[in-house]
């Protein structure tokens, strides 16, 4: 019984990290305040480098690691070097966890699985 529960987990994990996840942002009602920069466990989510309506630099989704560390805020700093040496310069891909989405204040993240 436990042997199968194993391979029933391990194969519904493999199952839903095949699929491409898509995440928007709409920049428009970011307030740019980086939360889910410092949640996103791939350091997938960047500062984009133009301005919205609000006149901040709203967050903007990569399909590439975030290796550069712009854009995040001292605080979160330590973590995210520390994703980047684990992951070193490889391709991630998202792992639609949704924290990005949940953490965010202003509901401008959406996570489609």
């Known amino acids: ?38 949640f996103c466990p791939k350091g997938l989510i960047t500062i984009d480098k133009g301005l919205n309506r609000y006149g901040v630099k709203p967050a903007r989704f990569s399909r590439k690691l975030n290796l550069s560390g712009g854009g995040i805020p001292p605080s979160a700093e330590a973590g995210s070097r520390q994703r980047r040496e684990k992951a070193g310069k490889e391709e991630t891909q998202c792992l639609g966890c949704s924290l990005c989405a949940i953490i965010c204040p202003d509901c401008c993240i959406e996570v489609y699985k």
């Open 1 to 38: 019984m436990g042997y199968s529960l194993v391979l029933l987990v391990i194969g519904y994990w493999k199952f839903n990290h095949e699929k491409m996840v898509k995440i928007t942002i709409d920049r428009e009602k970011c307030k740019g305040c980086m939360l889910c920069i410092s």
